[in-house]
């Protein structure tokens, strides 16, 4: 049996394949029909290019329904799709090309100059762009092929995805997910949260990432429904669309800011039977005055790139605000001590899963691979939790720092090193702090150097920190906020203890 992700979808697509699957903000409206015809097209060019099963395939690109097809392409032929955020910069893409060595790289217009000086040095074959309505090279190339394509016969082992996630080590990692890892989560999640003939999505999430991606858009095609599929999440555009929706998808920053309209309310969530929150913890006064406004309880999940989803609240029974629900069916979790002892109930300790939803690996990682799995198979979470007696798992912090700020996720490492090689810094530290809007705020904490001579660290200021890291990451990773401090406080091994730089600067 064909254990292709894209078979998988094809099996639950309606019969009519006239019926809507993306409704976009225009009011254009792509079948189901239409998305197996432009993914065949788009396969049968992944295959003209000379791109081979297991090859790569890398795309920065904005959210279009062109985009998701290329997606649905590359898993059909057989090869293995590399989403990357629009926001990164040069020294990003540089990396991911190089490390990955992908066969077609497919960028935005405005990034094609770059996109082929990177592809070039990198050893990539192919360059093609897709511009943010959705049209350029890659919609041109494929357009002669023919609208037939025999899906690729796939192994539930075989990659069908690489997302790149870092650690505090500061070199990002491949997450390496099989056509079986995102078969079982999209399997679970379907069933689990109910999906239903006469449910209608409202998408507002970015495509580059787990939760816009193999969690909302896997939903929908496994449910053989439509979706509103919107270029971003905008609260107006929102309070237009829920009375037509059923289900909503969102990071907490979405829910802060529908509150912030006069206009939310009972009335325009009549028709909705599920709200969803994910991708960062959601505050519980936010939980408490949506529930009050809306007559609504948020669901809240929790999941990693490492294997989608791991834990739900259930759809039916107690949504516990502060908790991220159970365990999901077919997910192991279990807490434990640092030598891996299975601890009591509401007793913190680290975060461990095992499930067939769990990747297989870092790509080109071996060692790394094996430090994050025990020897009977549990992955190594990093994040820190307690389970109640009865189940319910609430996480507490993460031990690998990592920063959430607007459902996106960002490594300190990075950033610190960008800032100590900036001159006139003598080392920095970068934290989260709580923020009522992005959930997670990133706030750097700076030691100036010794000045040598007049004026040395005059330079050296919040402004000039921010504008030269702008020109070298991502918006969402720039620090809201630099402090300057004469020294950061460290344990006795002399690893800087940034809990109490979060307790210092997180209660000014």
């Not at 097809?69 to 898993?75: G, K, R, S």
């Not at 943010?132 to 990659?159: C, M, N, Q, V």
Request: hydrophobic share 40%.
């Amino acid at each position: 049996m064909n254990k292709n992700l894209y078979a998988l979808f094809a099996s639950r697509f309606p019969k009519d394949k006239a019926a809507a699957c993306m409704i976009l903000a225009d009011g254009r409206v792509w079948t189901y029909g239409d998305i197996d015809r432009a993914s065949a097209r788009m396969a049968n060019l992944l295959v003209a290019l000379g791109l081979q099963r297991g090859d790569r395939v890398a795309a920065q690109v904005e959210k279009t329904p062109e985009a998701l097809v290329l997606y649905l392409a590359t898993i059909r032929a057989g090869m293995v799709f590399l989403p990357l955020n629009p926001a990164y910069q040069r020294n990003e893409i540089e990396y991911f090309l190089g490390d990955a060595k992908p066969g077609l790289f497919v960028c935005r217009t405005q990034s094609l100059a770059l996109g082929n000086e990177l592809a070039k040095a990198a050893g990539v074959a192919h360059v093609l762009e897709l511009t943010d309505s959705g049209t350029g090279s890659l919609i041109d190339a494929a357009a002669p092929y023919s609208d037939d394509f025999e899906t690729l016969k796939r192994k539930r082992h075989d990659l069908a995805a690489i997302l790149y996630t870092s650690g505090t080590t500061g070199r990002s990692k491949g997450a390496m997910l099989t056509h079986g890892n995102l078969a079982a989560n999209a399997k679970t999640l379907h069933a689990y949260w109910h999906f239903g003939p006469d449910d209608v999505l409202l998408h507002m999430l970015p495509i580059f990432h787990v939760h816009g991606l193999f969690v909302a858009c896997h939903c929908v095609l496994m449910n053989g429904t439509a979706m509103f599929f919107e270029p971003k999440f905008d609260p107006a555009r929102a309070l237009k669309l829920l009375p037509e929706s059923t289900v909503f998808m969102g990071v907490p920053t979405y829910y802060v800011r529908l509150l912030q309209s006069a206009e939310f309310g009972g009335a325009c969530c009549s028709q909705m039977r599920l709200f969803i929150s994910g991708s960062a913890p959601l505050l519980q006064e936010t939980f408490d005055e949506f529930k009050q406004r809306s007559g609504h309880t948020i669901l809240e999940r929790y999941g990693m790139t490492e294997g989608g989803m791991f834990t739900s609240n259930p759809y039916i029974g107690e949504r516990r605000g502060g908790t991220v629900g159970l365990p999901l069916p077919g997910t192991e979790v279990r807490i434990v001590d640092d030598d891996a002892v299975l601890l009591k109930h509401d007793v913190v300790g680290n975060i461990q899963v095992r499930g067939d939803n769990v990747f297989v690996g870092y790509w080109q990682m071996p060692e790394k691979t094996k430090e994050e799995f025990t020897a009977n198979g549990f992955f190594k979470t990093g994040d820190m939790g307690r389970m109640s007696k009865d189940g319910y798992i609430s996480i507490i912090g993460r031990s690998k720092d990592l920063v959430i700020t607007g459902g996106l996720n960002v490594y300190p490492k990075e950033i610190e090193e960008l800032i100590d090689a900036m001159p006139g810094v003598l080392e920095s530290a970068v934290i989260g702090l709580p923020h009522p809007d992005f959930g997670e705020a990133v706030t750097a904490v700076v030691v100036r150097k010794t000045p040598v001579g007049a004026g040395d660290t005059l330079s050296v200021s919040e402004s000039t920190i921010v504008e030269v890291l702008k020109a070298q990451l991502a918006n969402f990773k720039i620090p809201k906020r630099v402090h300057f401090v004469t020294e950061l406080p460290r344990n006795a091994m002399g690893k800087v203890q940034k809990n109490i730089l979060r307790q210092t600067y997180g209660a000014n």
